[in-house]
Nanobody, 118 residues
Framework: QVQLVESGGGLVQAGGSLRLSCQAS????????MGWYRQAPGKQRELVAS???????SYADSVKGRFTVSRDNAKNTVYLQMGSLKPEDTAVYFC????????????WGQGTQVTVSS
């Protein structure tokens, strides 16, 4: 019943911007830290950005200054604003709900494709 659905991916030129959304259902994400990950073909999934329950954020060095993660608990949604996009940002982007208690397995979305052309 807990589901995360990403949207907003697509094809964009280098230097452009894109905003990803992660809409949650079946749970109120206000009680969870959330993260954005990405996975390029043949590569491991990597953490891009995260946001705590209190709104503190962290970013991978590769996206610092270009990406911004935010959350709107009233809309049960987490966002990833991506700017100054580079071809190396091309990947499937996933959102993640971190477990708040040990009995909670957490959740992953199915991903949305982002392709940056040069």
């Amino acid at each position: 019943q807990v589901q995360l659905v990403e949207s907003g991916g697509g094809l964009v030129q280098a230097g452009g911007s894109l905003r990803l959304s992660c809409q949650a259902s079946g749970i109120m994400i206000g009680g969870n830290a959330m993260g954005w990950y990405r996975q390029a073909p043949g590569k491991q999934r990597e953490l891009v950005a995260s946001i705590s329950r209190g709104g503190s954020t962290s970013y991978a060095d590769s996206v610092k200054g270009r990406f911004t993660v935010s959350r709107d608990n009233a809309k049960n949604t987490v966002y990833l604003q991506m700017g100054s996009l580079k071809p190396e940002d091309t990947a499937v982007y996933f959102c993640r709900r971190y477990a708040a208690i040990v009995e909670d397995p957490g959740s992953w979305g199915q991903g949305t494709q982002v392709t940056v052309s040069s």
